[in-house]
C-alpha cells in the first residue's frame, strides 16, 4: 500500500501543464533586484554601496543574525542603488538593484562545470559552515535558513533524513523537473546533509503522480548507502512538514514542537540540489527553478532563473501575460500568495508563478455553514475549521487558543472542500496572528 | 378529593423546607458589597465601551471604590459631568479634562489614492494589514474595510461609499477610543475638540520620504517642513518625513493649512476666511469637514 498521511487531506485537480517541459535557463534583464530579506528572520545587512562593481556570486549582503542568510549576487554588474521596493509580503522592504552589464564572470573559486563530484571530503562542520556562506534556505517555499536547520539543538538525536519530492501543490512542476533532469546531483546533496546530521539513514519521499523521477531516483539511489525512495498517494498536503514525516515514519510531532523532537529533519529536494552545489562546487544559492504556469499562458515552461529576475521578464519568456490574466501567485495555488504586480522581483522562497484567469480567481459569495463537517474531515492537523472561523469572527481568542488555532499550518484544505464557499482560512489566519501575538506578550 | 389534600400538603411541606435552607444559605454565604458600587454603577453611562480599560461599566465602578481615587480612571462617554458627581459621591476631586474627539489622519480616497488593484478577501482591516499594503499602495493609509466602524459602540462612525474612508459623526462620539485600538495602523487619533469644536491637524500617516508617499497619494505629508517653519508656538514636530501639529500648543492660527503644498493639513468647523473666499468655493478638498 502507499504511504501517506492518516488524517484529512484533499485532492485537488492536478494541473502540472509543465511536467513534460525541460528546465530553461532563463535569460537576463537589464536590472535585477534582490530583495535583502530572502530568508525567514532578520533582512541581510548589505555590504557594498552605489557604484561598486560585483562579480557574479559575490556576496553582497550578511546575513548578521542568528536566523538570517547570505544574499550574493546572481549577475555581473554595477550597483545602481540601495532602495525600498515592493516584494511578495505586498510592502516595500529594502533591495539591491544591480545593472546588468555583459556576460557572467564568476567569483574566485566557483566550479562552473557540469562534473559530477560524488566524493564529500568536507567535514560535518565545513559542510554546515559552506550552506551558511552559500546563503541556502529552504527551496520549498518557507525560505528558512537550512544552517540553522541542520544545527542540531544540544539533547537532540537526528535519526532520519526526509527529502521532500512531493510536489503536492497544483500546477508546480519545479522539483518534478529537478529530480529528472538533475537527480546525481540531488542523491550527492542528500549523502551531504546525511553526513552533516550524522544520520544514517534517508528518504526521498515522492508522489505517485512522478513515476519518472521515482523510477529513475530509485535505480541510483541503490549506488548510494542508506537512500530509499519512497513513494507517496498523491494527496494534498503531503509535502507539508509534519504530514511528510508522519506518512514516511509513522511519527508524530506534537503541538508547537519542530520535527528534530522525533529525531527527523526535513528538506526540500531543491535545497539537496543546492546543497550539492554549494558544498561540492562552492557555487552560492544565487538561482533557482520556477514554474511559470496559468491556465491561458502561452508557453508554460520551467525556468532556471537568477534570484532579482522581476517576475514580469519571466513572464515575457513564457509568452507573455494572458490578457484575462487576474491573479497572479507566487506560490502553488493553494498555498501561495497573491502578489500586486509585476514588476516583483523573483526571491529564493518563490517555487511558482501562476497566472490565474478571472473566473479561476474570483472568489464565490460564501453561504451560511451547515455544519456539514466537511472540514473537519479534510484538516490534516485534525482541527474544526468552522468552529475556529466562529471563535474567530466572535473574537474569543482564548477559546481559540484552546481548540489548538496555532496547530493550524494555512494549507487551506478547508477553504478548498467548504461547499458554502466560506472564507475559513482567512478568519483562521486573522486568529492565529492574533492568538499568537496574545501568546507572544504573555511570555514577555 | 384525598389525592388532592396529599399533593397540596406535601408540596407546602417541601415549600417551607427550602425556604428555611435558602434562608440559611443567604445568611452564611451573603457578600458585603459596598453601597457606593451601585450608586456609581447607576451614574455611569451603561454602554459598557470598555474605553476605560475596564470590561464593563460596574467593573469601572468596582474600581474606583476599591482604589478609593481617580488616578487614571475616566469615563470618556459620561465626560466631566458623570466624573465630577461619582467624585461628589466619593468625597475625591476630579481631574477635569477636555473634551475630545476622534480624528481620521487620512485622506487616501479613491480619488487621492487611486486603488491599483482588487481585495476580495474577507472585510477586515487587521486581516488586510498582514497581506498588503493597501488598495492604492500606501502601507500607512486607511485600508478601508471598517473595523473602526465595527468597534464602535456609539454609532459615531460610518464608511463613505464614495471616498471609502470612515467618517466620524462628532456628535455621537464620546472618545472612548475602541476605535483608536481597533484600527491596525493606528490612523485614529483622540484629539481635543478645540473652541467652537474647531481642530487643526495633519491628516496623513506615511512615513516614507515624499516622493515615495507622492506616488501613491496626492494628499500625502512629503514632509517639507513649510508648516514647521510657518509655525509660531512650536506646536509642530517633524518626524520620519512627517508633520505632527500638537493640539496642546496648536492655537488655531490656521497658518500651516495655507502653507501646505499637498493639502493635508485639515481644518475642521472653521469659517472660510474671508479673503479667500473665493479660493476655497473652488478647491473643495481643501474643506472637506467631518459632518
Known amino acids: 500500500m502507499l504511504k501517506t498521511f492518516p488524517k484529512g487531506g484533499v485532492h485537488p485537480d492536478d494541473c502540472k501543464l509543465t511536467a513534460k517541459s525541460p528546465i530553461f535557463v532563463a535569460t537576463l534583464p537589464d536590472k535585477v533586484y534582490i530583495m535583502l530579506n530572502q530568508s525567514a528572520g532578520a533582512p541581510a545587512v548589505p555590504i557594498v554601496k552605489k557604484g561598486d562593481k560585483v562579480k557574479t556570486g559575490q556576496l553582497i549582503a550578511k546575513g548578521e543574525a542568528f536566523i538570517s542568510s547570505n544574499v550574493h549576487s546572481p549577475v555581473t554588474g554595477t550597483i545602481d542603488k540601495i532602495d525600498p521596493i515592493l516584494d511578495a509580503t505586498g510592502y516595500k522592504h529594502q533591495a539591491i538593484i544591480i545593472n546588468v552589464e555583459g556576460e557572467d564572470t564568476w567569483e574566485e573559486g566557483i566550479d562552473i562545470t557540469n562534473n559530477l563530484i560524488k566524493e564529500i571530503k568536507a567535514t560535518p562542520q565545513e559542510i554546515i559552515e559552506k550552506i551558511k556562506n552559500a546563503g541556502i534556505v529552504g527551496l520549498g517555499g518557507a525560505a528558512f535558513p537550512t544552517h540553522v536547520k541542520l544545527t542540531i539543538p544540544q539533547g537532540k538525536v537526528a535519526e532520519y533524513l526526509l527529502i521532500n519530492g512531493a510536489e503536492c501543490e497544483p500546477y508546480l512542476t519545479c522539483d518534478h523537473r529537478l529530480m529528472l533532469e538533475k537527480p546525481e546531483e540531488i542523491l550527492v546533496g542528500t549523502s551531504i546533509i546525511m553526513k552533516a546530521l550524522g544520520v544514517h539513514r534517508a528518504f526521498i519521499g515522492i508522489e505517485n503522480n512522478k513515476l519518472d523521477a521515482i523510477e529513475l531516483l530509485t535505480k541510483l539511489a541503490k549506488d548510494y548507502n542508506g537512500i530509499e525512495v519512497v513513494t507517496l498517494k498523491k494527496k494534498y498536503p503531503q509535502g507539508a512538514e509534519k504530514q511528510l514525516i508522519k506518512a514516511i515514519t509513522g511519527r508524530e510531532v506534537p503541538s508547537g514542537k519542530l520535527p528534530i523532537e522525533v529525531g527527523c529533519v526535513v528538506q526540500n529536494v531543491g535545497t539537496a540540489k543546492a546543497i550539492y552545489d554549494a558544498v561540492q562546487k562552492n557555487m552560492p544559492l544565487i538561482e533557482r527553478v520556477v514554474t511559470v504556469t496559468g491556465p491561458n499562458v502561452s508557453k508554460p515552461s520551467n525556468f532556471l532563473s537568477r534570484i532579482g529576475i522581476p517576475l514580469k521578464h519571466l513572464i515575457e519568456l513564457a509568452g507573455g501575460l494572458p490578457e484575462d490574466t487576474a491573479k497572479l501567485i507566487s506560490g502553488g495555488p493553494m498555498m501561495g500568495k497573491t502578489l500586486s504586480n509585476t514588476d516583483i522581483p523573483l526571491t529564493k522562497a518563490m517555487g511558482g508563478i501562476l497566472l490565474f484567469p478571472y473566473n479561476l480567481s474570483k472568489r464565490l459569495d460564501p453561504y451560511p455553514c451547515i455544519r456539514c463537517g466537511r472540514c473537519v474531515h479534510a484538516c490534516p492537523m485534525g482541527l474544526e475549521p468552522f468552529y475556529l472561523e466562529k471563535l474567530v469572527i466572535k473574537e474569543r481568542w482564548e477559546d481559540a487558543e484552546k481548540h489548538w488555532i496555532i496547530d493550524c499550518m494555512e494549507c487551506g484544505s478547508c477553504q478548498y472542500i467548504c461547499p458554502a464557499k466560506r472564507p475559513l482560512l482567512d478568519y483562521i489566519r486573522l486568529g492565529k496572528n492574533k492568538v499568537s501575538a496574545i501568546i507572544r506578550s504573555r511570555k514577555n | ?291
Open chain 2, 1 to 291: 378529593m384525598e389525592p388532592v389534600i396529599i399533593a397540596f400538603v406535601v408540596l407546602s411541606l417541601m415549600a417551607a423546607i427550602f425556604a428555611v435552607i435558602i434562608y440559611f444559605v443567604d445568611k452564611q454565604f451573603h457578600v458585603e458589597e459596598d453601597p457606593r458600587i451601585d450608586l456609581i454603577a447607576e451614574k455611569l453611562p451603561g454602554a459598557n465601551c470598555g474605553g476605560c480599560g475596564y470590561a464593563g461599566c460596574r467593573n469601572f465602578a468596582e474600581a474606583i471604590v476599591k482604589n478609593n481615587s481617580l488616578d487614571g480612571l475616566f469615563c470618556a462617554p459620561g465626560g466631566n459631568k458623570v466624573m465630577s458627581e461619582i467624585a461628589e459621591l466619593m468625597n475625591l476631586t476630579a481631574e477635569e479634562k477636555k473634551p475630545q474627539v476622534a480624528v481620521i489622519r487620512c485622506q487616501g480616497s479613491f480619488e487621492n489614492c487611486p486603488p491599483k488593484h482588487d481585495y476580495n478577501g474577507i472585510k477586515n482591516c487587521g486581516f488586510a494589514n498582514f497581506l498588503f499594503a493597501g488598495k492604492g499602495g500606501c502601507a500607512y493609509g486607511c485600508l478601508g474595510l471598517g473595523d473602526c466602524v465595527e468597534a464602535c459602540k456609539f454609532d459615531a462612525l460610518y464608511m463613505d461609499p464614495i471616498t471609502g474612508l470612515p467618517v466620524v459623526i462628532e456628535d455621537n462620539c464620546t472618545a472612548c477610543g475602541n476605535c483608536v485600538k481597533a484600527c491596525p495602523r493606528n490612523i485614529i487619533e483622540l484629539r481635543n475638540k478645540g473652541p467652537k469644536n474647531r481642530r487643526i491637524y495633519v491628516a496623513c500617516m506615511n512615513k516614507e520620504k515624499g516622493i515615495y508617499a507622492k506616488a501613491n497619494c496626492l494628499v500625502a505629508c512629503i514632509g517639507c517642513n513649510a508648516c514647521a517653519k510657518e509655525c509660531k508656538f512650536d506646536a509642530i514636530k517633524i518626524e520620519n518625513f512627517l508633520a505632527y501639529i500638537d493640539y496642546k500648543k496648536c492655537t488655531l492660527c490656521r497658518k500651516c493649512v495655507a502653507v501646505c503644498p499637498t493639502n493635508c493639513i485639515l481644518e475642521v468647523n472653521f469659517l472660510p476666511k474671508k479673503q479667500e473666499n473665493a479660493n476655497i468655493a473652488n478647491d473643495s478638498s481643501k474643506n472637506i469637514v467631518n459632518n
